[in-house]
C-alpha cells in the first residue's frame, strides 16, 4: 500500500495516506489537512490523472463535477470541501470522509426491513430533490440530473445519514456534457426508459432510478435482469414491471408507490422526488411504521459485521470513501488473478496441441527410436528406400535390400514400443506429377 511522509507535501495542506482507488479520470486518496497547532482532519482526495491535464475538456469535466459538488450543501449529499491545484497534487477535489457501508451491501447481505428500506429512500429522495432544484445567481433551474442513481452510489453512515454520492456524470446546464448523441451514462440496470434511448433527461429521469432501488431494497433482488447488456436494455424498454409483492410479501399501497415511480411514460411518475419521498412517509403513517436513523445505523452495523472477512472494514478502507470504483481492491485483485491464470492456461493448451500438430507430422519410424531411447541411426528405414521412378510396386518390394540380423532387434523393440502402419499401395502414376511418386509414399507412411 502506498504510503507518504508525515509531513504535507511542498506546497500543499494534505499529506497523502494511502490510494484507495482508481479510474479513467482520477484517482482516489485517504488524505490528512493539516493546518496550524496541530489541526487535522481526515478527508478523501480526488486527484485528476497526470496524462489527462494536457486535455482542456477534462479538465474542465474535473472542475464542472467539483464546482457543482461545492454548491450542494445538505446532509443527504456528500460534502465537497475544497478543490483547487498545486504542484503536489495537480488538479484536486477534497471530500468528507463517510464511515458505514453502501446500500448495495445492504441489499446483497441481508434482507431489509420495510423501516430501513423507506429510511434510505426517504433520504435518498431528499438529497435528489435538493440537487434538482439548485438555482444559479439569477435564480434560474440549473436542470441538473444525476444519472447514476444506484445502490452504490447510495451511502449508510455509521449514524444512519444515507448520503447521495458521486456527481460525476451529472447533468448540468452550465456544464459542458460530452456524452454522444444516442450513448448511454449510469449503470445500464439502473437507467430510465428515456435515458436507454438517449433522449433528453429531465428529474423524472432519476426518480425511475430510485424507484428501481427501492424496488431491490424491498425484494432483495436485482430488478431489471437480461443474459447480457442488450437483454437488460429490452428489459428495462419492454420487459413487464412487476410490482413487489409478485416476489416478497409487500403491501399493495407500497406497491403501488413503486410502480408509479416505476412508470415508462414521465408524465405517469411522481413528477419529482420530493413527491416520491411524501409518498413513502404517508404510507409509513399510515401503517405505524417508523423509519428512523437509529434503526438503520444498527441494521447498517449488523450488515457490516456479516461482510466478507477478506474485505477490512475501517475508515481507510474504499467502501467507506467517496469516488471509489464499483470493484472493491479485494476483489479486483482477485479478478485480475483469474484473469492472469487463465490466460496462462489457454497459452498452454495453445502450445501442448502446436507440438502435439508437429510431432504429428513426424514418420513413426523416426519417433520409434526416440521412444525406446535407440539413436534413429541404428534403424533402418526400408519404407523410405527409393526405387527408380517407373517401377511398379512389386518390384519397390523386390528391390528393397534385406536387413541385417542385428538391425531386426532394434525394429522388434521399437514395435513394442509403437506399432508400425501397413504400408499403402503406391498411388498410380500421374501424367504430370509435381514430386517424385516415393517422395508421396514417404508422407504417407509417415500418417498414423
Same mark, same amino acid.
Given at each position: 500500500?502506498?504510503?507518504?511522509?508525515?509531513?504535507?507535501?511542498?506546497?500543499?495542506?494534505?499529506?497523502?495516506?494511502?490510494?484507495?482507488?482508481?479510474?479513467?479520470?482520477?484517482?482516489?486518496?485517504?488524505?490528512?489537512?493539516?493546518?496550524?497547532?496541530?489541526?487535522?482532519?481526515?478527508?478523501?482526495?480526488?486527484?485528476?490523472?497526470?496524462?489527462?491535464?494536457?486535455?482542456?475538456?477534462?479538465?474542465?469535466?474535473?472542475?464542472?463535477?467539483?464546482?457543482?459538488?461545492?454548491?450542494?450543501?445538505?446532509?443527504?449529499?456528500?460534502?465537497?470541501?475544497?478543490?483547487?491545484?498545486?504542484?503536489?497534487?495537480?488538479?484536486?477535489?477534497?471530500?468528507?470522509?463517510?464511515?458505514?457501508?453502501?446500500?448495495?451491501?445492504? /441489499?446483497?447481505?441481508?434482507?431489509?426491513?420495510?423501516?430501513?428500506?423507506?429510511?434510505?429512500?426517504?433520504?435518498?429522495?431528499?438529497?435528489?430533490?435538493?440537487?434538482?432544484?439548485?438555482?444559479?445567481?439569477?435564480?434560474?433551474?440549473?436542470?441538473?440530473?444525476?444519472?447514476?442513481?444506484?445502490?452504490?452510489?447510495?451511502?449508510?453512515?455509521?449514524?444512519?445519514?444515507?448520503?447521495?454520492?458521486?456527481?460525476?456524470?451529472?447533468?448540468?446546464?452550465?456544464?459542458?456534457?460530452?456524452?454522444?448523441?444516442?450513448?448511454?451514462?449510469?449503470?445500464?440496470?439502473?437507467?430510465?426508459?428515456?435515458? %436507454?434511448?438517449?433522449?433528453?433527461?429531465?428529474?423524472?429521469?432519476?426518480?425511475?432510478?430510485?424507484?428501481?432501488?427501492?424496488?431491490?431494497?424491498?425484494?432483495?433482488?436485482?430488478?431489471?435482469?437480461?443474459?447480457?447488456?442488450?437483454?437488460?436494455?429490452?428489459? /428495462?424498454?419492454?420487459?413487464?414491471?412487476?410490482?413487489?409483492?409478485?416476489?416478497?410479501?409487500?403491501?399493495?399501497?407500497?406497491?403501488?408507490?413503486?410502480?408509479? %415511480?416505476?412508470?415508462?411514460?414521465?408524465?405517469?411518475?411522481?413528477?419529482?422526488?420530493?413527491?416520491?419521498?411524501?409518498?413513502?412517509?404517508?404510507?409509513?403513517?399510515?401503517?405505524?411504521? /417508523?423509519?428512523?436513523?437509529?434503526?438503520?445505523?444498527?441494521?447498517?452495523?449488523?450488515?457490516?459485521?456479516?461482510?466478507?472477512?477478506?474485505?477490512?472494514?475501517?475508515?481507510?478502507?474504499?467502501?467507506?470513501?467517496?469516488?471509489?470504483?464499483?470493484?472493491?481492491?479485494?476483489?479486483?485483485?482477485?479478478?485480475?488473478?483469474?484473469?492472469?491464470?487463465?490466460?496462462?492456461?489457454?497459452?498452454?493448451?495453445?502450445?501442448?496441441?502446436?507440438?502435439?500438430?508437429?510431432?504429428?507430422?513426424?514418420?513413426?519410424?523416426?519417433?520409434?527410436?526416440?521412444?525406446?531411447?535407440?539413436?534413429?541411426?541404428?534403424?533402418?528405414?526400408?519404407?523410405?528406400?527409393?526405387?527408380?521412378?517407373?517401377?511398379?510396386?512389386?518390384?519397390?518390394?523386390?528391390?528393397?535390400?534385406?536387413?541385417?540380423?542385428?538391425?531386426?532387434?532394434?525394429?522388434?523393440?521399437?514395435?513394442?514400443?509403437?506399432?508400425?502402419?501397413?504400408p499403402r499401395p503406391a498411388p498410380p502414376p500421374r501424367e504430370s506429377p509435381t514430386a517424385p511418386p516415393v517422395a508421396i509414399d514417404e508422407f504417407r507412411a509417415g500418417v498414423p
Open positions: 500500500m502506498s504510503r507518504r511522509r508525515s509531513q504535507p507535501e511542498r506546497g500543499s495542506p494534505y499529506r497523502l495516506v494511502r490510494r484507495i482507488a482508481a479510474g479513467g479520470m482520477a484517482e482516489v486518496w485517504l488524505a490528512r489537512r493539516i493546518g496550524l497547532s496541530g489541526f487535522e482532519r481526515r478527508v478523501v482526495l480526488k486527484r485528476m490523472l497526470s496524462h489527462l491535464v494536457a486535455q482542456p475538456a477534462y479538465v474542465e469535466m474535473f472542475l464542472d463535477e467539483a464546482r457543482l459538488g461545492a454548491s450542494l450543501h445538505h446532509q443527504n449529499i456528500v460534502q465537497t470541501i475544497d478543490v483547487g491545484h498545486d504542484p503536489s497534487h495537480g488538479y484536486f477535489l477534497a471530500m468528507e470522509l463517510l464511515e458505514g457501508v453502501d446500500v448495495l451491501d445492504v /441489499i446483497e447481505h441481508s434482507a431489509v426491513p420495510l423501516e430501513v428500506a423507506a429510511w434510505i429512500a426517504i433520504g435518498a429522495a431528499a438529497g435528489l430533490h435538493h440537487a434538482h432544484e439548485l438555482s444559479d445567481a439569477r435564480g434560474d433551474n440549473r436542470g441538473v440530473v444525476h444519472r447514476d442513481v444506484s445502490p452504490s452510489n447510495l451511502f449508510v453512515t455509521s449514524d444512519g445519514v444515507v448520503k447521495l454520492l458521486d456527481f460525476g456524470i451529472a447533468r448540468d446546464a452550465r456544464r459542458r456534457d460530452l456524452t454522444g448523441p444516442g450513448a448511454v451514462r449510469g449503470k445500464l440496470r439502473y437507467v430510465s426508459p428515456e435515458q %436507454a434511448r438517449g433522449e433528453p433527461l429531465d428529474r423524472r429521469s432519476d426518480v425511475f432510478s430510485l424507484g428501481v432501488v427501492l424496488h431491490e431494497l424491498v425484494t432483495g433482488q436485482r430488478f431489471f435482469v437480461g443474459a447480457d447488456d442488450p437483454g437488460v436494455l429490452h428489459a /428495462i424498454l419492454h420487459g413487464a414491471i412487476a410490482p413487489p409483492s409478485a416476489t416478497v410479501a409487500c403491501p399493495p399501497e407500497l406497491d403501488a408507490i413503486v410502480l408509479r %415511480a416505476l412508470a415508462r411514460d414521465r408524465s405517469e411518475r411522481f413528477q419529482t422526488a420530493a413527491e416520491l419521498g411524501a409518498a413513502i412517509e404517508g404510507w409509513c403513517r399510515s401503517c405505524d411504521l /417508523i423509519p428512523s436513523a437509529a434503526a438503520t445505523a444498527a441494521h447498517a452495523a449488523r450488515v457490516r459485521e456479516h461482510l466478507p472477512q477478506d474485505v477490512p472494514r475501517s475508515h481507510l478502507d474504499v467502501e467507506t470513501v467517496v469516488g471509489r470504483l464499483a470493484l472493491r481492491p479485494p476483489l479486483r485483485r482477485r479478478y485480475v488473478a483469474f484473469a492472469v491464470a487463465y490466460a496462462a492456461l489457454v497459452l498452454a493448451v495453445g502450445l501442448a496441441t502446436a507440438k502435439l500438430l508437429t510431432a504429428g507430422r513426424a514418420t513413426p519410424a523416426a519417433r520409434a527410436p526416440a521412444e525406446s531411447g535407440i539413436p534413429a541411426t541404428v534403424t533402418p528405414t526400408p519404407a523410405i528406400v527409393a526405387p527408380t521412378p517407373a517401377a511398379p510396386a512389386s518390384a519397390l518390394e523386390a528391390a528393397a535390400p534385406a536387413p541385417s540380423p542385428s538391425a531386426t532387434a532394434p525394429r522388434a523393440r521399437s514395435a513394442r514400443t509403437r506399432p508400425q502402419p501397413q
